[in-house]
């Protein structure tokens, strides 16, 4: 396929259009994904000469991607509000709370290792919706408390929410986990190590971090590295353990005399911005409701679950072989002789998935909570309700532009993007990669959909640069990642949780800087990695 | 476009519509080569694509 400036912009119509809808128009991803679906289609059928049996055939490849996503989308959701609907979150923020006075650790406690416990169990903005609200109470500043739970818990998107941006970095570039992880893991290490130390720049500047650069190094080099172990073994649950990890940790330093001095606490209090008056500044009370293991019980369940299938022989391969969703294709070209060749969608195990395993916990929980009176009548269909309102309007932005992405790869229309780009650019290109995922997830407000949207298009790229498309993918993703914190979406649901409605741009002022830096530094050691160090990964 | 009003109960049937539409229409008619099913699950997933844009 000859590669021309008319089908070049063409291609890039549908990605345009989002872009165009969400951040000029203020649309939600829930209505530009669709409107961007349209135009990959109209674009494939009129321009890239694609018949209607292959756009079905697109479509029912998108549908089993979409379907693993969501599967891990809707079961993180359900087992977040079966522990937050009894008060569990709350009682587990509150028990860290209390711990230390010194504010930078109180910062690291909520503002970086909570948060990022948070999205590995959530995601959806929860981290910041939850966070900025307790940072406030313990005294911080609300724009500060909001750009640092946006910071703190930006570097662990792709394998928070129990993974699913990385299941649908896999599924969107065909790479296989084991392959991905590793190198996910190495950019994703390098960006917690650095949102440490932004989010409590962000606080105090250089002179909070001189005086917090011990516990911060400790904190965030504990959660990062754990974490780049945790992704190669279980990625579905490295986010979530690091997020405890770094939890402990804190709790640990926050013993340590030297942190718990009187001056230490003044000082630490006088490094930064601080509010008076934490109530008005809609500050959270909390309020512990129950004990911290109680609260905890479904995450307990949850990891017990994960060791129980991956350790007991046979477990793992009978609930694999129980019910699979598979589909079969056979070969199909379009008009220009784009050629996809036969093959069959990814496999995806009902009761192996991630999504199932968060299911059971979550039944696990409500049993658990049952049993010691705290799960009250009427709290299910509460539940259920809080689940759908949270589930629906993501799972129409994610189906949608999975849809479009499945789409514009069959039809050639990402090929024709990432010749372009990499005829335009060359060997430069790659220290563009993860700002190119950032701005995915800042106009869709996702990290799983900046992914499906850019996943296929940057291993397109690598092909035709002869450049790694495991390090292009993992950069493509830390990128996604580090872009939550500047998303609109994200934003928002921080500076309306906290009252700070109408200051959005203050907040994202705050972070534009911690993620451009961090993109670039990303960006130059992934050119590194590719032409210098690891030339020789394919 | 952005003052109408949200309708959840519509929204969780058009998603239901745009995961039912490519597993259960559209890939048996390709398989079977049945014309009538493929416009439905055309039909649908235009729909419930449209349905989040006017009532999104």
């Known amino acids: 396929m000859q590669v021309n400036f008319f089908m070049w912009i063409c291609a890039s119509l549908p990605i345009l259009a989002i872009l165009i809808l969400m951040v000029g128009f203020k649309w939600s991803a829930s209505k530009a994904g669709p409107t961007g679906f349209f135009v990959a289609l109209a674009v494939a059928v009129l321009v890239f000469k694609a018949n209607f049996h292959l756009l079905a055939n697109s479509n029912a490849k998108g549908f089993v991607m979409a379907f693993y996503v969501l599967y891990i989308v809707w079961g993180a959701l359900l087992l977040y509000n079966v522990v937050d609907i009894t008060g569990g979150i709350e009682s587990i923020g509150a028990t860290f709370m209390a711990m230390t006075k010194n504010k930078i650790l109180q910062l690291l406690m909520i503002g970086f290792a909570f948060v990022t416990f948070l999205q590995g169990v959530a995601g959806f903005g929860v981290p910041v919706a939850v966070g900025a609200p307790l940072l406030i109470g313990m005294g911080f500043d609300p724009v500060t408390a909001v750009a640092v739970a946006l910071i703190g818990h930006a570097w662990a998107v792709t394998f928070g929410d129990m993974a699913a941006s990385f299941a649908s970095l896999q599924q969107a570039t065909g790479l296989s986990a084991a392959d991905l992880a590793p190198w996910c893991g190495f950019f994703i290490t390098l960006a917690g190590i650095f949102c440490g130390m932004f989010a409590v720049h962000a606080y105090g500047g250089t002179k909070a971090l001189r005086q917090g650069i011990v516990p911060t190094l400790v904190v965030s080099l504990s959660m990062s590295i754990s974490l780049w172990f945790i992704a190669q073994w279980e990625p579905t649950l490295a986010t979530f353990l690091s997020g405890i990890i770094g939890m402990v940790v804190t709790a640990v330093l926050s013993r340590v005399k030297v942190y718990n001095t009187e001056a230490a606490v003044e000082a630490s209090a006088s490094a930064g911005h601080l509010t008076s008056n934490p109530v008005t500044a809609k500050g959270k009370v909390v309020e512990k409701k129950m004990p911290f293991n109680l609260a905890f019980a479904p995450y307990y369940s949850l990891i017990i679950i994960v060791l129980f299938v991956k350790f007991v022989p046979g477990v793992e391969d009978w609930l694999k072989n129980l019910l699979v969703l598979k589909l079969k294709f056979g070969e199909y070209s379009t008009g220009l002789g784009w050629v996809t060749p036969a093959g069959s969608s990814t496999s995806v195990g009902i009761f192996s998935h991630a999504g199932a395993f968060l299911f059971y916990a979550s039944f696990i929980g409500i049993l658990i909570y049952r049993a010691k009176g705290i799960w009250k009548a009427g709290m299910f269909k509460k539940l259920l309700s809080k689940v759908v309102k949270g589930g629906v309007n993501s799972s129409i932005a994610t189906t949608s532009m999975v849809l479009m992405a499945f789409i514009m790869v069959e039809s050639g229309m990402t090929y024709m993007l990432a010749k372009g780009v990499a005829d335009a650019l060359g060997s430069i290109y790659p220290i563009f990669i993860p700002l190119v995922g950032v701005l995915g997830a800042f106009m869709t407000g996702s990290n799983t959909n900046s992914n499906v949207m850019f996943g296929a298009f940057q291993v397109q790229v690598a092909n035709i640069l002869g450049i790694s498309t495991l390090i292009s993918a993992a950069a493509q993703t830390a990128g996604g990642s580090i872009g939550s914190m500047l998303a609109p979406s994200k934003v928002i649901v921080g500076t309306s949780t906290v009252g700070l409605t109408g200051r959005e741009g203050e907040v994202i002022g705050k972070t534009l800087r911690y993620c451009v830096t961090l993109a670039l530094i990303l960006g130059i050691v992934g050119w590194v990695m590719l032409f210098i160090l690891c030339r020789h990964v394919y | ?56």
């Open chain 2, 1 to 56: 476009m952005s003052g109408k009003k949200s309708s959840p109960v519509l929204l969780g049937f058009a998603l239901l519509g745009m995961l039912i539409a490519p597993p259960l229409l559209l890939y048996p008619a390709v398989i079977k080569e049945n014309v009538a099913l493929e416009v439905i699950g055309y039909l649908v997933l235009v729909i419930s694509m449209l349905i989040p844009i006017f009532k999104g």
